[in-house]
């Protein structure tokens, strides 16, 4: 089954300690993101990533790494996280080759993240 | 720059009636992708339409339908005689290169249809 897996589903952890979200794809897709959503704000990417080691920043990368060591992952790091980070977090997917297709952004099922 | 504006943030019906949520968008390019996206109680976000630039047919699909205008641009979405099972924040979302890179997303409609 084509999906885009995020673990963990819910994470509760304290200002500064470091924890990373995972994201993998089996669909051999190119294209990787990460979006927060906010209530009020939609979802706003964080990081995106074309292809295996080509990572860019979204609109809101402040606080966030990523890394795209391998295709099928893209785990975003908060390396001393806050509680402005405490958020809903999506990973997503798509294939860039087909673009002019109906393709669409495959999502993970979201990690809700509290930081105290 | 991109934009999508859903001015509606929260939208109450009785079931069976039919809800229009609104979404205009905002771009330079002459070619982008429009997009819904819901969002039920659980959390996940679930794919319902993508919709071409160049394509301005309006699509059904059982009890959904979508208005697409360029002159407008709108690309508002229509649910017929509502159930329970619709209430969910809907997003509308706007990619200028329809695969993610720029994807921007409204800031969602949340529905509650009673019963």
């Known amino acids: 089954e084509a999906q885009v897996t995020q673990n963990p589903r819910y994470l509760i952890t304290v200002t500064g300690k470091k924890l990373t979200v995972t994201c993998s794809q089996n669909?051999?897709?190119?294209?990787m993101s990460w979006y927060r959503q906010d209530p009020g704000l939609g979802l706003r990417q964080i990081y995106y990533?074309?292809?295996?080691?080509?990572?860019d920043k979204g609109d809101v990368p402040e606080g966030y790494k990523v890394s795209r060591k391998e295709k099928r992952n893209f785990p975003l790091i908060l390396e001393s996280p806050s509680p402005n980070q405490t958020s809903l977090y999506f990973c997503?997917?798509?294939?860039?080759?087909?673009?002019?297709?109906?393709?669409?952004?495959?999502f993970g099922s979201g990690t809700q993240l509290s930081v105290l | 720059a991109q934009k999508v504006t859903q001015a509606q943030t929260e939208i109450s019906v009785v079931e069976k009636e039919d809800v229009t949520l609104d979404c205009v968008y905002e771009?330079?390019?002459?070619?982008?992708?429009l997009f819904w996206y819901k969002q039920p109680p659980s959390g996940e976000l679930v794919f319902l339409i993508r919709?071409?630039?160049?394509?301005?047919q309006n699509e059904i699909s059982g009890r959904y339908s979508w208005n697409f205008q360029k002159s407008t641009s709108s690309f508002n979405f229509t649910i017929t005689a509502s159930q329970v099972v619709d209430s969910a924040v809907y997003f509308c979302?706007?990619?200028?290169?329809?695969?993610?890179?720029?994807?921007?997303f409204g800031p969602g409609t949340r529905l509650s249809v009673l019963p």
């Open positions: 997503a997917s798509s294939s860039v080759r087909t673009a002019s297709t109906n393709e669409k952004l495959f």
């Open positions: 669909m051999n897709h190119e294209y």
């Open positions: 771009t330079r390019d002459t070619t982008y992708y």
């Open positions: 919709r071409n630039s160049f394509d301005e």
């Open positions: 990533s074309m292809n295996v080691e080509v990572t």
């Open positions: 979302a706007l990619s200028e290169d329809g695969y993610g890179q720029n994807f921007v």
